[in-house]
């Protein structure tokens, strides 16, 4: 079945520091969405991307899909201690109203 | 701002036993989903629900679970004998325009 595979699975970075997950493919997604998932929390809806090549900025969040829809990034510039959580990529499957597949998420530890 | 929620927080019970995980949806959402994610691992889909009926459910989603819109509000999952490998957070989440919100999640654990 479809599986997304996520990198790295840890990153500890001092506060300031920039920070990238990255996600990959075997296949063609259609779309692409990113959540987070803090400490003991559930997973919230950051953003979803769509077209080849796009790049979309959430503040310091930066999300690209590759012009093969095949991986995509979420890069956070200048860390703050309030980034400290899970990012999970998760491709909708079955249309906009399908299931999620999660990737394995990448751990983000902020030293202040 | 409208959100999923779910009960109980935390659920202990002996291998065996059946359990039931509640989740009220957000009122005007349409699309129902549980998931579930054992403790350090990534959140694996279960089942996904439409128009009262389960429209894909994944392999984990065996007969011993089963889910139920009993009312216009609540929507359940019921594990009816439950193993030690059930122990996991279990999320109910519910979509509008593409995106998905997720409860609290009950954290399952079975002695």
């Known amino acids: 079945g479809q599986q997304v595979m996520q990198i790295p699975q840890y990153q500890h970075v001092q506060e300031g520091e920039d920070f990238t997950t990255y996600c990959n493919s075997s296949?063609?997604?259609?779309?692409i969405q990113w959540y987070k998932q803090r400490p003991g929390g559930h997973p919230v809806f950051l953003i979803q991307?769509?077209?080849?090549?796009e790049v979309k900025k959430q503040k310091r969040l930066t999300f690209q899909f590759g012009e093969a829809k095949k991986n995509s990034s979420l890069h956070i510039t200048a860390t703050q201690t309030t980034d400290v959580g899970t990012y999970f990529c998760?491709?909708?499957?079955?249309?906009?109203?399908?299931?999620?597949?999660f990737g394995q998420g990448t751990t983000l530890q902020v030293k202040p | 701002e409208p959100e999923v929620t779910q009960t109980p927080s935390h659920q202990v019970t002996q291998m065996g036993q059946e359990v039931i995980l509640r989740c009220v949806p957000i009122?005007?959402?349409?699309?129902f989903y549980w998931y579930r994610q054992i403790l350090g691992q990534k959140v694996e889909f279960l089942v996904s629900?439409?128009?009262?009926?389960?429209?894909?459910k994944s392999e984990i989603f065996d007969d011993q679970f089963s889910v139920e819109r009993p009312d216009g509000s609540n929507f359940t999952l019921k594990i009816r004998s439950t193993k030690l490998e059930d122990s996991a957070m279990y999320f109910c989440?519910?979509?509008?325009?593409?995106?998905?919100?997720f409860g609290p999640g009950t954290r399952l654990t079975v002695t």
């Open positions: 991307l769509v077209k080849s090549g």
């Open positions: 989440a519910s979509l509008v325009a593409a995106e998905q919100y």
């Open positions: 296949t063609t997604l259609s779309n």
């Open positions: 009122s005007n959402h349409l699309y």
């Open positions: 998760a491709v909708p499957l079955s249309g906009n109203t399908g299931k999620l597949i």
């Open positions: 629900f439409y128009n009262n009926e389960i429209s894909e």
